[in-house]
């Protein structure tokens, strides 16, 4: 066989094809891991319609204006979900059952002082009243954080998590009124309420009141949802498309090894 030069080429230059069980092996490695990554790529687009609609879905609730409790209840057991729901409730606030939620808050380490509220209806609805620092937690430490009278919260329903979220995050230590995550369950264990007393499936979180001059601080309720989706759709689908490539090179070469090893020398 001749090169462009028109010089013959030796036997020890020729491409030799691979042998069938090793191409196939090779090509067979190639298909699916297209096949992986295409479906790794698909599934974060469909993840990402799934978070746009949840995020268009939050922005449109949470500048809602607020409804009553009852209509949030209401809600809830329709959907199961009154996630960012901006509500109304009106009650008495049972101090002697605060809860209290490790966090940060501008830099500062404290709690969120989570209180139940019980309704005139008889509604019992666990209240995240707000931030206080870490040294604050006794109520001693905040005259005035602790109303009597019947108050009016303007604020955020948040569904309840249904497990801990996450392997890295503390066990909650009810038997201290400390927690790490909200655990609905763990945080009404132990209260002390008439027969009767219904428990509302989610918590409040109140908002800030601007005239307030007392702790806790209200407003400590975070939107922020993570949608990287749209950037692993490219990564995959990107990876795929450089295996297709390869694989294509790969074929390509099989077939001119076959060619040149089936013509005379």
């Not at 949840?54 to 979900?81: K, M, N, S, W």
Request: proline letters at 8%.
């Amino acid at each position: 066989m001749s090169d462009a030069s028109g010089e013959t080429a030796s036997p020890a230059q020729r491409l030799e094809p691979m042998g069938r069980t090793k191409f196939a092996l090779a090509l067979g490695f190639c298909v699916v891991g297209m096949a992986i990554l295409f479906a790794l790529g698909s599934w974060q687009v469909e993840r990402l319609t799934w978070k746009n609609a949840l995020v268009e879905r939050i922005d449109a609730r949470i500048g809602a204006d607020p409804i009553p409790l009852e209509a949030a209840i209401d809600a809830y057991e329709e959907t199961g979900d009154v996630d960012y729901q901006p509500v109304t409730v009106e009650g008495r606030f049972l101090h002697g059952g605060e809860r209290f939620f490790f966090t940060t808050a501008d830099g500062q380490t404290g709690w969120n002082v989570y209180t139940p509220l019980l309704t005139p209806d008889d509604k019992l609805v666990i209240v995240n009243r707000g931030f206080v620092p870490y040294e604050a937690r006794d109520p001693s430490a905040r005259p005035g954080s602790q109303p009597d009278e019947t108050v009016t919260i303007e604020g955020v329903a948040r569904n309840a998590p249904a497990e801990k979220p996450g392997y890295f995050v503390p066990e909650n230590e009810p038997g201290n009124d400390t927690f790490f995550w909200r655990d609905l369950n763990a945080m009404t264990s132990g209260l002390t309420v008439d027969p009767g007393v219904d428990l509302v499936p989610f918590f409040v979180d109140a908002k800030l009141d601007p005239a307030s001059r007392t702790l806790p601080v209200g407003g400590q309720t975070i939107v922020s949802i993570t949608n990287n989706h749209l950037q692993y759709a490219f990564t995959w689908f990107g990876i795929g498309a450089v295996l297709l490539v390869m694989t294509v090179m790969l074929v390509a070469r099989q077939l001119r090894a076959k060619r040149e090893t089936s013509r005379p020398s």
